[in-house]
């Protein structure tokens, strides 16, 4: 697999590999009361975006530039669909489905660099 390092991405960050459901992302903009759902199309868009439990998760987190520590801030505004959408777009974040229950979780601290270009 491969994953993409966002070029503002830098400093100490985690590579996850784990089985779906375990430790999923969060529907922060619905807990927080920023986002709602107004559809029965989105709520199914939602639904499926859901982890489910034959899945292999492969994310890469963390490196945030100096002077932006603290949570995510886009993500606290979007539906957990468009940040899953947005980040597997941006590569940080790969699905792979598969015919076996999954479970499990292994996390590799890296440092990433500046770039020099």
Same mark, same amino acid.
């Given at each position: 697999?491969k ?8 400093g100490p ?6 089985g779906?459901?375990i430790?999923?992302?969060e +529907?922060?903009?619905i807990a927080?009361?920023? %986002? ?5 199309n989105e709520?199914?868009q939602?639904m499926?975006a +859901?982890?489910?439990n034959?899945e292999?998760?492969?994310e890469l987190?963390?490196? /945030?530039p100096?002077g932006?520590e603290g949570p995510?801030? %886009? %993500?606290e505004d979007e539906l957990?669909? +468009?940040?899953k959408k947005?980040?597997?777009e941006?590569g ?8 076996y229950?999954v479970?499990g979780?292994?996390?590799? /601290? ?8």
């Amino acid at each position: 697999f491969k994953l993409s390092i966002p070029r503002e991405m830098i400093g100490p960050s985690e590579v996850i590999v784990r089985g779906g459901g375990i430790a999923p992302l969060e +529907q922060e903009s619905i807990a927080l009361g920023l %986002e709602t759902i107004s559809s029965f199309n989105e709520l199914l868009q939602e639904m499926s975006a +859901q982890e489910t439990n034959n899945e292999v998760i492969i994310e890469l987190i963390g490196g /945030t530039p100096p002077g932006l520590e603290g949570p995510d801030l %886009e %993500e606290e505004d979007e539906l957990l669909s +468009q940040v899953k959408k947005r980040r597997i777009e941006e590569g940080t974040l790969k699905i792979f489905k598969s015919d076996y229950f999954v479970e499990g979780l292994l996390r590799k /601290t890296i440092k990433i660099l500046p770039s020099n270009g």
